[in-house]
């Protein structure tokens, strides 16, 4: 089954082409970065009217890398939500009229579904139960997935998600829009330790989440400091540090609460370095520096394996989208044709394959 994938929840325009004997055929993706980059974020209606501009270009240039016509997809899959209302309005409407021109069933993909299916999209021996990591910019979760399509939260962010703090943080030292890579960058050349910032709701139990407090810490180390390039540097590993950190001591603990042995990660924040290789070294067991935390899972590392996709699949992307698409459709699921989009939408509220 050849199933075309849409995305366009917020800032890049995303399509691909998924078979579900061959696997992924063909990808592109349009960045908006350097359209919002002049106003420091994404201004919603100037991404709805880009994916207008950009959607079907795609779509084109992804069937002819493919080798394929309109005529040869055998579903549509777009992703419904959650997201910019207008920007998921492009997509669901362009996937729907082109489903129903081409009588082929379309499906409604959540958004985060699909970040947490991607690590699945090109490691085909990865199945549940499994226990997710999803780190994007609208999102801090962590997720047991007992089999695809079944989903419960363990713990989520009480405020900004782990990308937000990284967007936040590099916004109020300076640095452009989109913050969290360009936050990553500096922090490499930053000294660990000069800054240290608190590893926020790790001294209690629970999967939990905060990081909004950490980019005021930032702020203040910020406005105290001389604000030399290498104090920025400095300042910058300090909180990748403080979020990494965080994020680790929470996976660990959620493996060692569901007893899974196979951590996934996805989402934006997934493409950081720093984080791919702290939780490698935490889920291989290897070299995980002793903590003190009051009793939380500090012992015996679990071992098992962490998975991630390729760093253009943690980001936003359509290749994710055909691929949760697929699965649904393969599985007899898809919708009526109207165009509905659910821009607040519980993960925990979608029905098992
Ligand atoms: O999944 P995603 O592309 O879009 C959403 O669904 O939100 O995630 C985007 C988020 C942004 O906040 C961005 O700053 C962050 O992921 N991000 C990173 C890195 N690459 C993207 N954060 C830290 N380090 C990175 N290398
Ligand atoms: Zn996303």
């Given at each position: 089954m ?5 995305e ?6 995303g399509?691909a ?6 696997g992924?055929l ?8 350097d359209?919002?980059a002049?106003?420091?974020g ?7 009217r880009?994916h207008?501009r950009k959607?079907l270009?795609l ?17 549509v899959?777009y992703?419904?939500?959650p997201?910019?209302?207008g920007?998921l309005?492009?997509?669901a409407?362009?996937g ?6 081409l009588?082929?069933?379309?499906v409604?993909?959540h958004?985060m579904?699909?970040?947490l299916?991607?690590?699945l999209l090109?490691?085909?021996?990865l199945k549940?139960?499994f226990v997710?990591?999803l ?5 801090t ?7 695809i399509?079944?989903y ?5 962010t ?12 590099a916004?109020l030292m300076?640095?452009?829009y989109?913050?969290?890579?360009e936050?990553?960058r ?12 608190s590893?926020?709701?790790?001294d ?5 989440f ?19 390039p290498?104090?920025?540097a ?12 965080t994020l680790?001591?929470k996976?660990e ?6 007893g899974?042995r196979t951590l ?8 950081n370095v720093r984080l ?5 070294a ?7 520096p002793k903590?003190?935390a009051k009793?939380f899972?500090t ?5 098992g ?8 699949f943690c980001t ?8 949760a698409?697929?699965?649904r459709?393969?599985?007899g699921?898809h919708?009526?044709?109207?165009v ?5 939408w ?5 029905p098992?394959?």
């Amino acid at each position: 089954m050849r199933v075309l994938g849409i995305e366009t929840s917020c800032d890049e325009t995303g399509v691909a082409v998924y078979d579900t004997d061959r696997g992924l055929l063909a990808h592109a993706l349009y960045s908006q970065i350097d359209l919002h980059a002049e106003y420091g974020g994404v201004v919603p209606e100037l991404a709805s009217r880009d994916h207008v501009r950009k959607l079907l270009p795609l779509v084109r240039q992804t069937l002819a890398e493919a080798g394929l016509g309109v005529a040869d997809l055998d579903g549509v899959a777009y992703t419904a939500g959650p997201g910019l209302v207008g920007a998921l309005m492009v997509g669901a409407a362009a996937g729907r009229a082109l489903a129903w021109a081409l009588d082929l069933p379309a499906v409604g993909v959540h958004h985060m579904e699909g970040h947490l299916l991607a690590p699945l999209l090109e490691d085909p021996g990865l199945k549940p139960p499994f226990v997710a990591l999803l780190v994007s910019g609208g999102h801090t979760q962590l997720v047991e997935v007992a089999a695809i399509g079944v989903y419960r939260l363990l713990g989520e962010t009480l405020d900004d998600a782990a990308g937000e703090a990284f967007d936040k943080t590099a916004k109020l030292m300076g640095l452009p829009y989109p913050g969290g890579p360009e936050l990553a960058r500096l922090a490499e050349s930053g000294r660990p330790g000069l800054f240290k910032f608190s590893r926020p709701m790790t001294d209690r139990p629970g999967l939990d989440f905060s990081f909004s407090g950490l980019k005021t810490q930032v702020l203040l180390a910020w406005q105290a400091s001389d604000r030399s390039p290498q104090t920025r540097a400095d300042i910058a590993r300090g909180f990748e540090d403080a979020v990494v950190e965080t994020l680790a001591i929470k996976c660990e603990r959620a493996l060692r609460q569901t007893g899974a042995r196979t951590l996934v990660v996805a989402g934006g924040v997934g493409a950081n370095v720093r984080l791919r290789a702290r939780l490698n070294a935490l889920v291989g067991g290897t070299s995980v520096p002793k903590r003190s935390a009051k009793g939380f899972g500090t012992e015996v590392p679990p071992t098992g394996r962490v998975c991630f996709p390729r760093p253009a699949f943690c980001t936003d992307n359509g290749a994710m989208i055909a691929f949760a698409g697929a699965l649904r459709l393969q599985a007899g699921q898809h919708e009526a044709p109207a165009v509905t989009v659910t821009p607040r939408w519980d993960m925990a509220s979608l029905p098992p394959l």
